[in-house]
């Protein structure tokens, strides 16, 4: 069973860095789009950055641009969001998906904490 497991999230002052990793189980995702996502307390889960299976193509949300670097490597079926100067607003729990996502894929995430 394709299982995507996230790790990585952790409590960070703000202005501070987190590289967060997806690993995909069970079935190799390099030909996919991937997408990470956030959902923060009381509000719907939103995209945030997005790049496709060569890794050529890289598009993220505007509220973090210039600050998030999305990134894969193959050999390791992994995909990275490298986030930096992280902000309060940037508190949730972040997730790994396809971009669209797929109904089934999603994991239990990982959770950024970003003290205000």
Known sequence: QVQLVESGGGLVQAGGSLRLSCAA??????????GWYRQAPGKERE???????????????????????????????????????????????????????GRDLWGQGTQVTVPS
């Open 47 to 101: 995209f945030v950055a997005g790049i496709s299976g060569s890794g050529g193509v890289i598009y993220y949300a505007d509220s973090v641009k210039g600050r998030f670097t999305i990134s894969r490597d193959k050999a390791k079926n992994t995909v990275y969001l490298q986030m930096n100067s992280l902000k309060p607003e940037d508190t949730a729990i972040y997730y790994c998906n396809k971009d669209p996502p």
């Open 25 to 34: 189980n069970g079935r190799t995702f390099s030909s996919y789009v991937m």
